[in-house]
């Protein structure tokens, strides 16, 4: 198997009133997009910084594209791109000039078609010869996304890429996000936006307080702590429930059945057939699978982590 494009290895930092970061360990694979969730002030941002040599880091150990950045913190850093947070570009530069000078800094040439390539991907064309200060705040992040990409890095993390963002553009990074992976980049993404999450990662970590308390293939996950919920309308109360769906309740006037299915015994589809093989006079049937967002909070209350 091929190395893994990032291996973080027990990575602590720590400021002088906090640790940002505690023995975070995780290993990213090429072609990956891994989506670190956690809330405000976990240590996202830092642990993405001390890949990017924004933040020094404290203890532990980073490789990136299989080179310990102790002993190269340059050549590696040349295939990563970066998306930040925070808004922070020369507003003096028209847009077309700030991705010209991106890959000056990365020291490749200049490339004309994948500069408007990229504009044209980001809706950005008709800005192009704009200063940057004359932008929405959308575009803006629209450019900060052109910028971390413009010199076809291997890696890409994406902090929190589309905070602010209309949904038309939200979609249309989404789309952008699965080219770059079929193509084989790999992304590491931060986001609030749990949908987002839901829709794009093949792997989430869950980071609270400096601590990865989970790192799993989101299927995995969502069948792990996923729930799903079935709620079965009656035509007329009943008296009792059939054996078979004991585990659901109904409710005080006797005409809806609820059942939620956790790890998947009994099965929604277990507890459906013991109401239909008892007769009862069912009218309606519904069935909602739990979102990432449940997933999450219940991972962060300290029940669902890997045990
Ligand atoms: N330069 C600094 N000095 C001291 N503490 C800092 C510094 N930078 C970050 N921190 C602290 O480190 C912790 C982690 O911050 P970080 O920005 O990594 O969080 P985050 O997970 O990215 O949060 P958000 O979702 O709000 O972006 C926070 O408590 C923050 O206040
Ligand atoms: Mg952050």
Redesign the pocket.
Known sequence: MAAPVLEVSHLTKK?PK?T?LEDVSVSIDAGEIFALL?P???????LIGAICGLVRKTSGSIKLLGVDLDHDAITPRRDVGLVP?EINFDPFFSVRESLDLQLGYFGRPPDRARVDELLEALSLTSKADQPTRALSGGMKRRLLIAKALVHRPKLVFLD?PTAGVDVELRRDLWTYVRKLRSEGTTVVLTT?YLEEAEELADRVGIIDKGKLLLLEEKKALMKRLGERRLEVKLRDPVATIPDGASAGTLSDDRRTYVFVERAGTPSCADVLGALYAAHLPVAEVSMAPSKLEDVLIRVLRGNGGVS
């Open positions: 400021y906090l940002a956690g405000n002030g976990a240590g996202k941002t830092t947070q929190e609030h």
